[in-house]
């Protein structure tokens, strides 16, 4: 039955916490032991199945017991009995049904994308309009956040035996000293790397301006999110006063905001995550308004398994407009072990897209029962 006339009929979510290998200091928070994961299945009569994850944090989109709630309670009716044709009724719906929560329905359209790309035997990229054989391997970005700067020293003589050249740094979560060292040995050390900086929101609107400043002058390709999301005026004139392109990663979740964004003139570029804009043809949508007013676009994530990169990475291949390459690095250099059935294929720095039906790797059910929170 190949015209998703099926009905779907299993839902399931599971509350993982994955473990980690270090702690890891953002500008609004640390990520330390473990990062929780909220996994969906959808099965449709007939048997196959299509999975999704949502990757909340909680001091950045949410939580995961609010995710596992808007998941069970509010989107599982909605969902229960309805065709697998009926996708994007379904997202409508769920839209409307529950605010906010945008992790979760995140992994709701992944889920019904991977479950359509199974029974047709098509990849989700080609469900989101396709992609180039270039488009398929697209450049990784590895997050140094590290407090000990000496373990990210070992992690970079890593990531340049495996041919990854971009790397961000994250600032703003101890002292401007500290971030400015660090970025002139990078450039010592490491000449090889592209680097891009990330504060997520850590300054101070008091201080902003004269840190931003420094760190510009050492050329990183770009800087991310200096200030507090809603801070919309400081983001522009810290942009009007450095000469590198500033990024806009909080202030932008979905299409609404990027409107503001866009009319406000904070940034010169966005980092799109599929969590922040509540799925994959959302995410694409904020590319493309962010395209369609010259500003550049990065493949942006949160801390997530393979199963969210997967979803990710078939949407960045199908939207050129994300030009600044991707962020899926945690399955391979950051959780001890990824839940999948086999691991994601990295190439030569790049992540590889698979052109296997759905997302192409599915998650182990064994795994699932391992690394579920316990309550
Ligand atoms: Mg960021």
């Known amino acids: 039955m190949h015209d998703l ?4 009929t299993g839902f399931e979510t599971w509350h993982l916490a994955l473990p980690v290998t270090s702690a890891r200091d953002h500008g609004i928070g640390r990520v330390e032991g473990t990062c929780e994961i909220v996994v969906l299945a959808l099965t449709a009569d007939g048997g196959e199945t299509g999975w999704g994850e949502a990757s909340p944090w909680v001091v950045f989109t949410g939580s995961p017991e609010a995710t596992k709630a808007a998941l069970d309670r509010y989107i599982k009716p909605l969902v229960l009995g309805r065709r697998v044709a009926d996708r994007g009724q379904i997202m409508a719906e769920a839209a409307r049904a529950v605010a906010h929560c945008t992790e979760a329905k995140a992994a709701l359209e992944t ?6 790309g199974r029974i047709l035997g098509i990849p989700v990229y080609a469900l989101l309009g396709g992609a180039a054989p270039d488009d398929l391997r697209i450049p990784l970005s590895v997050s140094l956040a590290n407090p000990d ?9 890593r990531l340049r035996e495996d041919g990854v050249r971009l790397v961000k740094l994250k600032t703003g979560f101890s002292t401007h000293a500290f971030d400015i060292e660090r970025l002139e040995a990078l450039a010592v050390a490491f000449p090889e790397f592209n680097v ?8 101070e609107p008091d ?16 800087i991310e999110q200096p200030v507090r999301a809603h801070l919309y005026d400081l983001m522009h004139e810290i942009r009007q006063s450095i000469d590198v392109p500033l990024l806009a990663d909080e202030s932008v979740f979905g299409p609404e905001d990027m409107d503001r964004a866009l009319q406000s003139g904070i940034a010169d570029g966005v980092s799109i995550k ?8 959302r995410a694409q949508t904020v590319a493309r308004m962010a395209a369609t007013r010259g500003l550049m676009a990065y493949g942006g994530d949160m801390f997530e398994s393979g ?18 390459g991707c962020e899926f690095y945690q399955a391979k250099y950051y959780l001890k072990e990824d839940i ?36």
């Open 5 to 8: 006339q099926q009905t779907i």
């Open 111 to 116: 889920a019904l994308l991977d479950l359509t």
């Open 149 to 157: 700067f000496d373990q990210d020293h070992l992690l970079l003589e």
């Open 196 to 203: 891009r900086v990330d504060y997520n929101q850590g300054l």
């Open 207 to 222: 201080e902003a301006l004269a840190r931003v400043r420094d760190v510009a002058h050492l050329k990183p390709d770009f």
């Open 274 to 281: 599929i969590m922040k804009a509540g799925g994959l043809t």
């Open 307 to 324: 199963l969210a990169h997967l979803a990710g990475a078939h949407m960045i291949a199908a939207t050129p407009e994300i030009t600044l």
């Open 340 to 375: 999948l059935e086999e691991p994601i294929l990295y190439e030569a720095g790049a992540i590889v897209v698979p052109e296997r039906p759905g997302l192409g790797h599915r998650p182990d059910r064994d795994k699932l029962q391992a690394y579920r929170k316990p309550i």
